[in-house]
Antibody, heavy 123, light 107 residues
Framework: EVQLVESGGGLVQPGGSLRLSCAAS????????MNWVRQAPGKGLEWISY????????HYADSVKGRFTISRDNANNSLFLQMNSLRDEDTAVYYC????????????????WGLGSTVTVSS | ETTLTQSPAFVSATPGDKVNISCKAS??????VNWYQQRPGEPSIFIIR???SLVLGIPPRFSGSGYGTDFTLTINNIESEDAAYYFC?????????FGQGTKVEIK
């Protein structure tokens, strides 16, 4: 069964850091680009980052550029999101999602989603 | 950045109804729109690819149409299990962007 499971969320103070993980199973992880998407309480979805299969191409939303870092470990079928300098507005459920594209650097959108990990930024 | 304007925000339907959800892009994005269904406590489900291609395993009462800037998700003969939040995504350019979403309620 194709599955994505996020972990690492929690409560953090403004200015703090958190590292999210996404464990992939049921498919050849190194064949797929991946994304992080978030959804703030009562809001719509916001794409925040993309990483190609071999990590050669990475994209970020302006809202997180310079604060968040996406990475992956293909040997261990894992995707990561390092979040630094967290702000109140980063409070959201964070989803990892597999990309459909087989072309590095491009996205065809997502086809598989995890259940999400909740991040709360509050003092 | 491509803005997607999705409407309506909420729709209440009776089983058997036809429901249309619109997604309008701020610029021409060819057919680079996908549609998804999200139910509480479940992973989002991919239902339409590239504006009009039904994803394998999705019931044929779901369909998509459109090209350029105007896109529509249609649910024919809606069933109670279709109660969910639906959203569109454009993957024509980065940053990827989503519509604001539509909550579908079944009476």
């Amino acid at each position: 069964e194709v599955q994505l499971v996020e972990s690492g969320g929690g409560l953090v103070q403004p200015g703090g850091s958190l590292r999210l993980s996404c464990a992939a199973s049921g498919f050849p992880f190194n064949n797929y680009a991946m994304n992080w998407v978030r959804q703030a309480p009562g809001k719509g979805l916001e794409w925040i980052s993309y990483i190609s299969r071999n990590s050669n191409y990475i994209h970020y939303a302006d809202s997180v550029k310079g604060r968040f870092t996406i990475s992956r470990d293909n040997a261990n079928n894992s995707l990561f999101l390092q979040m630094n300098s967290l702000r109140d507005e980063d409070t959201a459920v964070y989803y990892c999602a597999r990309d459909l594209s087989d072309s590095s650097g491009y996205s065809d959108g997502m086809d598989v989603w995890g259940l999400g990990s909740t991040v709360t930024v509050s003092s | 950045e491509t803005t997607l304007t999705q409407s309506p925000a909420f729709v209440s339907a009776t089983p058997g109804d036809k429901v249309n959800i619109s997604c309008k892009a701020s610029q021409d994005i060819d057919d680079d729109v996908n549609w998804y269904q999200q139910r509480p406590g479940e992973p989002s489900i991919f239902i339409i690819r590239d504006a009009s291609s039904l994803v394998l395993g999705i019931p044929p009462r779901f369909s998509g149409s459109g090209y350029g800037t105007d896109f529509t998700l249609t649910i024919n003969n809606i069933e109670s299990e279709d109660a969910a939040y639906y959203f569109c995504l454009q993957h024509d350019n980065f940053p990827l962007t989503f519509g604001q979403g539509t909550k579908v309620e079944i009476k």
